[in-house]
């Protein structure tokens, strides 16, 4: 009989104690890459699951991770401006404003360095910063975690990816890193076009895409050394080069961008050089979000072009202020610039906030 009471009073006990256990096995992620596209390198120490995916997606709109609970990542990258802010800068939760404008998160899994002026060399790195950042996030990670921690799902999603339940900040930037890898944009009518270019085949949804004679015109004059001369810094698949650029925005420069990083003059007011892709949808534009619009954008290569030691020596048309094109290339060169445009990428529902 005392056999049988005792196993009756730790009975409860027991069972609330398996509650929050799971069973680690982690399934590995099929990472959809577009056939264009060259192979991701995954770090060997993050690799892909389908777990760990998961976790980095709650964590994306997890607003406990701001010191007052109302921001997010996604407060300032979201899917409808391809994970960019609309605002020129950002608003931390302090009410202070940052000084440039939030990038969009897109292909960043083909990425070497990241931030506007490169100072993070890995995903896993950069996601670390805006957390503690002062004027963005304005937390500490062991803040975040030990309030994740009393969280029963939340345990069992880091045990599910990572087999901790003892987790911390090194582990939610590795599944945060997980999640925005899948941030994968090639499904535009660019690409259509970028594949019949190079004789590659198309699948049965890209072979009905209509390509008009004004987008292919654009397209031209995009690639065109005495046209807009564009693809000195957007080309490939990926529409971007990797390396960092003075596109003759100003004379002077209040931001140094990577020049004050490595602290050479050389590279004093260079700035990563983004992609082009869903440009449309990332207003405003360049680091400090000075342009409204594209057509602002057109109009600074074409006639707003700013002289200085650093610029760079691609943007052979500096000397005479832009390329200087009329309006009828203004125009075909922003209808080339609309097929960027991947309704899918934003409207997937596996980006989406999964609350």
């Not at 087999?163 to 911390?168: E, H, L, Q, R, Y």
Request: charged share 20%; proline share 5%.
């Amino acid at each position: 009989m005392k056999k049988h009471l005792f196993f009756l009073l730790f009975l409860p006990l027991f069972f609330s104690c398996k509650k929050d256990k799971t069973t680690y096995n982690p399934t590995p992620y099929n990472l959809e890459i577009p056939s264009h596209f060259p192979q991701m390198n995954i770090p060997a120490d993050n690799p892909m699951t389908v777990e760990g995916v998961e976790l980095g997606r709650y964590l994306f709109y997890e607003k406990r991770l701001s010191g007052d609970n109302n921001m997010a990542c996604a407060s300032c990258h979201m899917p409808a401006t391809a994970f960019s802010d609309s605002a020129k800068y950002s608003v931390g939760i302090d009410g202070i404003q940052g000084t440039r404008n939030a990038m969009a998160l897109i292909n960043l899994g083909w990425d070497d360095f990241f931030f506007w002026d490169g100072r993070e060399s890995s995903l896993e790195k950069q996601i670390l910063d805006p957390v503690i950042n002062p004027i963005e996030m304005h937390e500490s990670w062991k803040n975040a975690m030990v309030e994740l921690q009393s969280d029963l799902l939340y345990r069992n999603r880091f045990f599910r990816a990572f087999g901790t339940a003892d987790f911390d900040s090194t582990h939610a930037a590795k599944a945060i890193a997980q999640f925005i890898r899948t941030l994968i944009s090639g499904g535009s009518k660019f690409d259509v076009m970028y594949k019949i270019e190079n004789n590659l085949p198309l699948n049965a949804s890209e072979q009905l895409v209509l390509i008009d004679a004004e987008e292919w015109a654009g397209y031209d004059l995009f690639k065109s050394l005495n046209g807009a001369d564009c693809f000195h810094c957007h080309n490939g698949p990926m529409m971007r080069i990797k390396k960092f650029s003075n596109n003759g925005l100003d004379f002077t420069f209040t931001d140094l961008g990577r020049g004050g990083i490595n602290l050479n003059p050389n590279d004093h007011g260079k700035f990563k050089v983004p992609t082009l892709r869903n440009i449309a949808l990332s207003a405003p534009y360049m680091h400090d979000g000075r342009f409204q619009n594209l057509d602002q954008v057109i109009e600074h290569y074409s006639s707003g072009i700013h002289i200085s030691s650093t610029i760079d020596p691609k943007i052979e048309f500096a000397g005479q202020g832009g390329v200087q094109l009329d309006a009828q290339e203004k125009y075909l060169l922003k209808r080339f610039l609309l097929t960027l445009t991947d309704t899918e990428f934003i409207n997937n529902p596996k980006f989406k906030d999964p609350n």
